[in-house]
T-cell receptor, first 117, second 113 residues
Framework: AQKVTQAQTEISVVEKEDVTLDCVYE???????LFWYKQPPSGELVFLIR??????QNEISGRYSWNFQKSTSSFNFTITASQVVDSAVYFC??????????????FGGGTRVLVKP | DGGITQSPKYLFRKEGQNVTLSCEQN?????MYWYRQDPGQGLRLIYY???????QKGDIAEGYSVSREKKESFPLTVTSAQKNPTAFYLC????????????FGPGTRLLVL
């Protein structure tokens, strides 16, 4: 069975501080995919990134960066120089091979980020 | 603009009543999904469909039903058998290929009167 754990339920920072969100996953699949989504107060989930299990390169997109470490089954997300607009709930999710029942996503419990001005 | 629409935004259900949540997409995606989100929790999969006229149960299908008569539409019915229906319901779709990123609609909040 697949499992995603986001141990931090809520993080509060002051604007311009960096914030790192932890994500630890469990899977028996040798090929899998990891995702991060952002859920602002409006409720809609916004796709941020998808990562393949065979590509461990870190990725940076503007103020966002992701650190994928297969050895520790972690896929952490860092927001640099946080802004008030970054306030949201962030979800880490895991998908196995398409052969394993329809591209199902297993979500972590989410981390609420509150950025104070 | 391409996207996923869900209606209504808020829905109220009376005791013993069935209600239907709408999900429509114009992204030409083959696969569609329904998730339930309870306060302070992650999303749980209710049903999914990879092709028209076919759908599969997810992790918490009891008390729910779906249909997939058209590629662009995947309505979810919350039946009276669902004893705790109050939640936020999210619909998603993806291209039916691997890997397939799921894109989400704005959600419907269901409340019980």
């Amino acid at each position: 069975a697949q499992k995603v754990t986001q141990a931090q339920t809520e993080i509060s920072v002051v604007e311009k501080e960096d914030v790192t969100l932890d994500c630890v996953y469990e899977t028996r699949d040798t090929t899998y995919y990891l995702f991060w989504y952002k859920q602002p107060p409006s409720g809609e989930l916004v796709f941020l990134i998808r990562r393949n299990s065979f590509d461990e390169q870190n990725e940076i997109s503007g103020r966002y960066s992701w650190n994928f470490q297969k050895s520790t089954s972690s896929f952490n997300f860092t927001i640099t120089a946080s802004q008030v607009v970054d306030s949201a709930v962030y979800f880490c999710a895991l998908s196995g091979s398409i052969k394993a029942a329809g591209n199902k996503l297993t979500f972590g419990g989410g981390t609420r980020v509150l950025v104070k001005p | 603009d391409g996207g996923i629409t869900q209606s209504p935004k808020y829905l109220f259900r009376k005791e013993g009543q069935n209600v239907t949540l709408s999900c429509e997409q114009n992204l030409n995606h083959d696969a569609m999904y329904w998730y339930r989100q309870d306060p302070g929790q992650g999303l749980r999969l209710i049903y999914y469909s990879q092709i028209v006229n076919d759908f599969q149960k997810g992790d918490i299908a009891e008390g729910y039903s779906v249909s997939r008569e058209k590629k662009e539409s995947f309505p979810l019915t919350v039946t009276s058998a669902q004893k705790n229906p109050t939640a936020f319901y999210l619909c998603a779709s993806s291209i039916e290929s691997s890997p397939a990123t799921q894109y989400f609609g704005p959600g419907t909040r269901l409340l019980v009167l």
